[in-house]
């Protein structure tokens, strides 16, 4: 990669397919570990070694958390405990919402619910695998999983699974398409506002009536802070799941023997999804505003509201954290990474979304043993901020 290749990357508007991200990344980091780029057409920064990243993520003074929350997300979303810029105020909304996430409702799904959806999902397609037909598991499965995972969690009407998928989908496009971002907002709190009334008076085992009975100094979320909950599980469980997913399948499936490797040794599995975690994380980078006002992070000068890119990717492919970075290794002894982040916004949900790609992976393995990749191209790993394979196109030998 040339130094005048490397001044041309958007990393918003160039998909950066496979290695050619990690190409990227590499770049910057050997420029130094904080470097001018663009993003969208406009100036920014990205921050791609792993010790200064690790700096920059528990830097809440020049890099809030909040920022770009409330910038992309809030008006879609709502408020949570993401985009509260108040310590103590973020610290109470995430005791409130974070044990629903740790509940014996997910422990009791987690036990035999995950391992039951991944079958029924599986079963859609047996047929046609059996035919030696084609399926594709980006479509068949990973854009899917996790989107059921979180309906079934919250206790939803199974026959409006699809229109939830849909609403999560619309939540995911507002900074691209902010009216039907807002649109998706309404219809899922008109449909979310009759079951959290009723789960308010007859809890039942699951994340919804765990939010509600949630209580921390006699404070307990209002509806509109358990729909914002709710809302925020499309990008933080949903939209990063299904990429974790794709993206350890593409590495298994495109590194020779890995995928009969995990066939044959399921054992193997949690190495597998820690590797492919490291490897090539759903948010490959993370986009933040710097404060208001001037800062200056590492000796490098922000300007007021300046972009800061959070190259998870490049810290965990820097060579001082991790030996071998580019190797697709399932014998790795795992260095510590980021892809969940550092400091008070760091995502609570890391223990369910390894048990989500730990049990997908189980079932896959053993229910599809001899099927081959189609497509290497479409399997690739793409785009930066939320990065997964466009398809994964297999069929049996």
């Not at 059921?148 to 609403?167: A, Y």
């Not at 909950?229 to 990429?243: A, I, K, S, Y």
Request: charged residues 30%.
């Amino acid at each position: 990669m040339t130094t005048m290749a490397l001044d041309e990357v958007d990393f918003a508007l160039h998909e950066l397919p496979g290695d050619s991200l990690h190409q990227v990344l590499r770049g910057f980091r050997e420029r130094g570990p904080v470097q001018p780029t663009r993003f969208l057409g406009l100036p920014c920064f990205v921050i791609t070694g792993h010790k200064a990243l690790e700096e920059a993520f528990l830097d809440e003074h020049v890099l809030p958390g909040h920022r770009m929350y409330q910038a992309s997300f809030e008006p879609a979303i709502g408020k949570s405990f993401i985009s509260d810029p108040d310590p103590a105020s973020h610290l109470l909304f995430r005791k409130l919402a974070t044990p629903a996430f740790r509940s014996r409702a997910v422990a009791s799904y987690e036990h035999s619910g995950l391992a039951a959806l991944a079958n029924e999902l599986v079963d859609r397609v047996a047929d046609r695998l059996a035919d030696r037909e084609e399926i594709d598991l980006v479509r068949d499965f990973t854009a899917r999983f996790p989107y059921l995972v979180i309906s079934r969690l919250l206790g939803l009407p199974h026959d409006r699974e699809d229109e939830f998928h849909t609403w999560a989908l619309g939540l995911l496009s507002y900074r691209e398409d902010p009216e039907r971002g807002r649109r998706a907002r309404q219809s899922l709190s008109d449909f979310l506002a009759p079951i959290v009334e009723e789960r308010r008076r007859r809890p039942q085992n699951d994340v919804i009536s765990e939010l509600l009975q949630a209580e921390v100094d006699g404070r307990k979320l209002s509806d509109e802070e358990v729909f914002s909950h709710v809302r925020l599980l499309f990008p933080t469980g949903g939209e990063t799941t299904h990429g974790s997913l794709g993206n350890l399948l593409s590495a298994l499936f495109l590194h020779a023997g890995a995928w009969e490797r995990i066939v044959r040794n399921p054992g193997d599995i949690p190495a597998a999804v820690n590797e492919g975690l490291r490897y090539d994380t759903p948010i490959a980078v993370l986009p933040r505003l710097s404060r208001s006002e001037p800062t200056t992070f590492r000796g490098v000068d922000f300007p007021a509201d300046s972009w800061i890119l959070f190259a998870i990717a490049g810290a965990n492919r820097d060579p001082e954290a991790v030996r071998d970075p580019d190797h697709f290794d399932l014998d790795r002894v795992q260095p510590p990474n980021l892809v969940f982040g550092r400091g008070p916004k760091s995502c609570p949900g890391i223990h369910l979304a390894r048990r989500n790609m730990a049990v997908a992976l189980e079932v896959l393995t053993r229910r599809m043993p001899d099927v081959e990749l189609v497509d290497r191209a479409a399997a690739l790993p793409r785009r930066t901020v939320l990065r997964a394979p466009a398809a994964l196109r297999v069929r049996r030998r």
